[in-house]
């Protein structure tokens, strides 16, 4: 199926389940979604079943935003207690759409929990309480951490059970032996149409993009082994600069810190901050990529960990550090492309109906020597030096393999019998899935498009939204005023500052104009040091950025005028760290005297 095929599929309504080999483009069709859902005032409720998994798409865990947390079972007294909840109770009570990414790794037992609330909460007995459930995810990939007794006989349960069995039992749920969400009875109540995305935008070699599908499909054999046995390499001889990725934690945590330590010169630390509240902090530091504490030196191979295309990286983008600003202190660095980024920090939230309920921020980058596989999922590497003779998972070695674009950039160190197997289970289910998205496209291709403009439309009505015509897929896109065409590069510039002085004089946050603009942070406070240099930047049109933090404020500009000059290193050392430069610009942005944007 096409991307355009599933995404007007989703437009309906209807419940779907959108998967598709890695990098044939599913995370794009979720972001199409929203911004269709959005542009017409229907917030979706962004989840994903792991917290790396959340980071990427800009949502929360579906176990935060259900309520079940840490909870395995699920009886009527916590049940209840769930639904009582003020906070949860409005938010699944406003949801019209739930999208869960990464469900391959959500337990069958936690989603017939999930469907169990959402029903309780809505008061209603449609699957999921009615709220259309777009499921993201691919079953050959990594599975969920089940345990159950492996001598007893599989069976699948999972589901709510009858009164008659609450009678007797507290449980709601009936504990599963089942591995994957499609084995709970809510996966099959909820009918989701399966959406196979066939298009491949990852890979690039025929002859590689063949050898994954035959581990997918279990045809892997002798000739496309000799194909990796080409790609075997010693130890010894690994690009030093190219990512390795390793099964365990510890042995990543060992590349990295050897070769750091190795490297002549100082080290800088970068040390992540967050706001909000705790539990939700907890979910978004665990998923991040970028550490908690990030070390760094000149000559330290790193990898970007976030997307942001208008300044020239993606997640998986790498480079090397080929210094640090003298000003602000931050990393600058080169990619492999030749091109240089000054990195600023950015932000990880977790948003809830237009309103950030969490945040950290740390600079999207981490050391780039060693990765785990898991931590991997959902990046596109150039080249990888890759260790598969420790997996221990079924799907592990493929997820491994199909980070990288084509074999030429893969790097093998070895690999056991495990490495080249997806789960048995999932061998018959892919097949199913795919007869089952071949007869799907067969009837939407034989379905009149008024009639699908007319789905589209009750569905926008029934969440609350408003009817809007869609864009011609031709018309120029404009973003924070920049016109591309037939303007040169000082009349953009001068637009850009326009619209974030705009912005910023309807009291917007730094941090709400950097999201409308598509920019980040740093680039919007270089837009109002530019506009504070010209003098066109009023002092009075800015103050609402010092709510709440007036004191701060007050106390770096007076060390900008003990101190004398307009450079940030300076306060930032006598401070010792205690406000971050974000802060000590916004404070020098602020202060009364005329300064020039050094």
């Known amino acids: ?52 998994a959340a980071t990427h798409i800009g949502g929360m865990t579906i176990h935060s935003w ?9 009886d009527k007294d ?4 769930i639904a009582s909840s003020k906070y949860i109770a409005k938010r699944i009570q406003r949801t019209g759409v739930l999208i869960i990414d990464e469900v391959s790794m959500f337990p069958p037992d936690s989603f017939s929990m999930v469907d169990a609330i959402c ?16 499921l993201v995810g691919d079953f050959s990939q990594l599975p969920p951490v089940v345990r159950y007794p492996t001598n007893q006989p599989r069976r699948i349960s999972g589901g709510v059970k009858t009164e008659a069995e609450n009678n007797s039992q507290t449980t709601l749920i009936e504990e599963s032996s089942a591995c994957f969400a499609y084995d709970s009875p809510a996966w099959e109540q909820a009918n989701p149409i399966v959406c196979y995305l ?47 990725l390793f099964s365990y934690n510890a042995d990543v945590d060992r590349v990295n810190d050897d070769i750091l330590a190795k490297l002549p010169g100082e080290t800088h630390v970068f040390a992540m901050s967050s706001q909000g509240l705790n539990v939700l902090v907890a979910t978004l530091r665990k998923g ?14 790193v990898m970007f960990t976030k997307n942001n295309q208008k300044e020239g990286f993606v997640n998986g983008t790498l480079g090397t550090v080929e210094g640090f600003d003298e000003d602000n202190g931050y990393p600058i660095v080169k990619t492999r492309s030749g091109r240089r980024i000054d990195v600023e920090t950015m932000d990880w939230t977790i948003e809830e109906n237009g309103k950030i309920r969490a945040r950290i921020t740390q600079l999207p980058l981490r050391l780039a020597w060693a990765i785990t596989v898991h931590k991997s999922q959902g990046m596109n590497l150039d080249e990888a030096v890759i260790d598969l003779s420790n997996v221990f998972e079924f799907g592990q070695g493929y997820v491994a393999l199909s980070r990288v674009r084509r074999s030429s950039g893969l790097y093998l160190l070895g690999w056991n019998d495990r490495a080249f197997q997806v789960h048995p289970e999932v061998l018959e289910k892919d097949a199913q899935f795919r007869a089952q998205s071949e007869q799907t496209t067969g009837t939407f291709e034989r379905t009149d498009g008024d009639e699908i403009a007319a789905m ?18 031709d018309a120029p896109k404009v973003s ?44 919007i406070l270089k837009h109002l040091e530019s506009l504070r240099a010209l003098g066109k930047l009023p002092p009075q049109g800015i103050a609402h950025l010092a709510d709440g933090s007036e004191q701060a404020i007050a106390e770096i500009q007076s060390a900008f005028k003990e101190l004398g000059g307009n450079k940030l290193s300076p306060v930032f050392q006598k401070f010792a760290g205690a406000y971050s430069y974000e802060e000590l610009r916004i404070a020098r942005i602020m202060l009364n005297e005329q300064f020039t944007n050094e």
Not at 78 to 81: D, I, Q, R, S
Request: charged share 25%; net charge positive; aromatic share 4%.
């Open 1 to 52: 199926m096409l991307q355009s095929q599933s995404l007007s599929i989703l437009k309906t309504g209807a419940n779907v389940f959108l998967t598709g080999e890695p990098g044939s483009g599913k995370t794009h069709v979720i972001n199409e979604y929203v911004v269709y859902l959005r542009a017409r005032g229907i917030e979706p409720a962004i989840t994903a079943s792991t917290g790396i």
């Open 66 to 74: 259900s309520g079940l947390g840490i909870k395995t079972t699920l």
């Open 78 to 81: 916590g049940l209840n207690k």
């Open 119 to 134: 029903r309780e909460i809505k008061q209603s007995s449609k699957p999921f309480g009615g709220i259309q459930i777009v």
């Open 198 to 244: 066939t298009e491949q935008y990852r890979q690039d070699d025929s002859n590689f993009l063949a050898l994954l599908s035959a581990i997918r499909r279990n045809t892997f054999g002798r000739d496309h082994l000799c194909h990796l046995e080409t790609r075997r390499i010693e130890r010894q001889a690994a690009p030093k600069d190219t990512p390795k």
């Open 288 to 301: 991040c990529l970028s550490p908690e504490t990030l070390h760094l030196k000149v000559g330290a191979a």
């Open 456 to 473: 589209s439309e009750r569905f926008i009505r029934a969440c609350g939204g408003k009817i809007i015509a869609d864009m011609r897929p």
């Open 480 to 523: 924070c005023g920049v016109r591309p065409a037939r303007e040169d590069k000082t009349t953009q510039r001068e637009r850009r500052w326009e619209r974030t002085l705009a912005l910023i004089r309807s009291e917007k946050t730094i941090a709400a104009v950097a999201k409308m603009c598509g920019r980040t942070k740093g680039t």
